[in-house]
């Protein structure tokens, strides 16, 4: 050992690396360490931070599983911590329902994905599970689907959606035995995941996990097989008139996947984007690999235009969301995006009509989502119910038939996936703009005469993307004042104002669990919904304004105005957020 590295074991941070290198079985990591480790050892300051960073504190285990940057250390997402996670959730299964319990582990194709599976697969098998690992990288929605379709206890999967490449994450699901109401099959909400963490917590030296190289059983074609029917049917309808669709994976694991449900589904006329079609973890074409982002429909709706396609879909990376562009001769190029919130009212729209028919079911979204989706619920007679952030809450409300989040997800068919389905709500939208033109009508066209008949109910949001993270709680603090209360938003009073640490209510006499966020409306019924994202370093504002259409206005005018009054609300936040 050189002086350097004898030096920088004798720190406290030195020691805490040295003793995580002699624990780690993956030479990629050591290696990793050992070369900071000695390059802090010798006063390197960039070593120093980078060692710091990841021996400060430990990736938190909660209701979104675990999710972090690559790397060696318990601030990263590494060999270490997903057996520590393995190991902690078989012994809280094991507790719960003795050996035996069943376990459905899936995986990504980002970087370490296959090995943090094949982990778990042997942690599972070694605490006396049955563990049931998929042969290949597979979409999120058919792990949700195997969990409840197998009728397992559990599900795992390794996954970071739509992250930077740096970036992986362990999502769990109980089912089965495990949870047995109408969450069930659905990702772990308290106090499973306090109990889960615990359980990680008293997990001991590495090598003392058993992990045996052999003994869990493969899922294969056939598990795949069974999800594509049950996405291609999902509506009881086939599409009655032809559509060329552009189709783009964003380099995910979806592309093989949903284009074979589209097929079945009866559109066969499908182009892919070639470059982003294949799974890569790099995501080459793309700066951050979510359909949400400036840009990253770019190549499919060049790709559109030069096809003449009547819809492009897009898929993030492990196909759990769906985004969706529509030709509009008003927008430029041609083309234009929905938003998370129009995608979500027209599928809401399409399963009130579906619901109304066979005379029950409830609608959901969460609580950052358009107002909109309440308004059709009533139109048919259906319940709605206003839920937390997360599919974890949206899936488990009691006779769901949809639900959405505003962030491109949707639960199309919860019977089937009790989590958001990019695949399956590709399925659905390809129907319902199939049915539109045989009506002689457009996307557009719908989303217009919801605008008439409930007036257009418009939105954007405003991220503020933080390198410090004190910036977010202290703007929150800040908020909670009269001083940093906003007393207007868009040239309109604010009227009310809901601090959700008190539980703001779910539209259905109740109200929701305390979580960190404001809900600000002005008396125009415009709303401003800020909390702390749950998944990236960002402060979120989700704005919404309403404006009413008259009879024998055309939308357009409606559309013109809630932009401007959005534009508006943006500025007011900027400034009061001194951004």
Not at 35 to 54: F, N, V
Not at 387 to 406: A, H
Not at 532 to 558: N, R
Request: proline fraction near 6%.
């Amino acid at each position: 050992m050189t002086q350097s590295l004898v030096y920088a074991v004798d720190t406290g941070l030195g020691a805490a690396v040295a003793a995580w290198i002699a624990e780690d079985p993956d030479p990629v990591t050591r290696a990793e360490l050992s070369d900071l480790l000695t390059r802090h050892g010798q006063g390197d300051p960039e070593a120093t931070t980078a060692l710091s960073d990841a021996f400060t504190g430990s990736l938190q285990f909660g209701t979104a599983g675990l999710r972090g940057r690559l790397g060696g250390g318990p601030n990263r997402m590494n060999r270490v911590v997903v057996i520590r996670a393995a190991a902690g959730l078989s012994a809280y299964l094991r507790d719960l329902l003795g050996e035996g319990f069943t376990v459905v582990i899936g995986y990504d194709a980002r970087h370490g994905s296959q090995t943090f599976a094949r982990d778990t697969a042997s942690v599972v098998t070694g605490a006396g599970g049955t563990a049931l690992l998929l042969d290949r990288a597979t979409p999120t929605p058919v792990v949700a689907f195997a969990l409840r379709h197998l009728r397992a206890d559990a599900a795992v999967m390794v996954t970071a959606s739509h992250n930077p490449p740096q970036d992986n994450g362990y999502k769990v699901y109980l089912g089965g035995r495990a949870v047995t109401d109408d969450g069930q099959g659905a990702q772990i909400v308290p106090p499973h995941d306090v109990a889960i963490a615990g359980r990680i917590a008293q997990v001991g030296p590495i090598d003392s996990v058993p992990m045996p190289g052999s003994g869990w059983r493969s899922l294969g074609e056939e598990l795949i097989e069974d999800y594509i029917d049950r996405a291609s049917h999902a509506t009881g309808l086939r599409g009655p008139a032809p559509l060329r669709i552009v189709l783009t994976a964003m380099h995910g694991v979806g592309g093989r996947v949903c284009r074979e449900a589209l097929a079945r589904a009866g559109f066969e006329d499908v182009v892919v984007v070639p470059e982003q079609f294949e799974p890569d973890p790099d995501f080459p074409t793309v700066a951050f690999p979510n359909p949400e982002e400036p840009g990253a429909l770019a190549l499919a709706l060049a790709l559109a235009r030069e096809a003449e396609a009547d819809l492009v879909i897009a898929n993030d990376p492990d196909a759990d969301r769906c985004s969706v562009a529509v030709p509009d001769e008003r927008a430029a190029g041609g083309w234009r995006q929905l938003t998370g919130d129009e995608v979500g009212a027209l599928l809401g729209q399409q399963a009130a009509e579906l619901a109304a028919f066979a005379g029950t079911g409830v609608l959901a979204n969460s609580v950052v989502s358009s107002r909109l989706l309440r308004r059709i619920a009533q139109a048919y007679g259906l319940g709605h119910r206003t839920t937390l952030t997360g599919f974890k809450w949206i899936s488990r409300v009691p006779d769901l038939v949809y639900g959405y989040e505003e962030a491109l997800g949707y639960c199309v068919d919860p019977a089937a996936v009790r989590d958001k389905d990019g695949i399956s709500a590709s399925v659905r939208l390809a129907v319902l703009a199939s049915v539109l033109r045989q009506q002689g009508r457009s996307v557009t066209d719908l989303l217009d005469r919801l605008a008439r008949e409930h007036g257009l109910y418009a939105t954007s949001p405003l991220s503020v993307r933080v390198e410090d993270l004190s910036f977010i709680s202290s703007a929150m603090s800040l908020l909670r004042t009269p001083q940093g209360a906003p007393r207007s938003l868009g040239g309109s009073p604010v009227a009310k104002v809901v601090d959700m640490l008190d539980g703001a209510p779910d539209g259905n006499g109740g109200r929701l669990p305390a979580t960190d966020g404001l809900i600000f409306t002005t008396e125009a019924n415009d709303r401003v919904v800020i909390r702390p994202s749950g998944t990236e370093p960002k402060l979120k504002c989700y704005c919404e304004v309403v404006v009413p259409v008259a009879v024998d206005e055309p939308v357009d005018v409606a559309r013109r105005t809630a932009s401007r009054r959005l534009e508006a609300i943006h500025a007011d936040l900027r400034r009061l957020l001194g951004i």
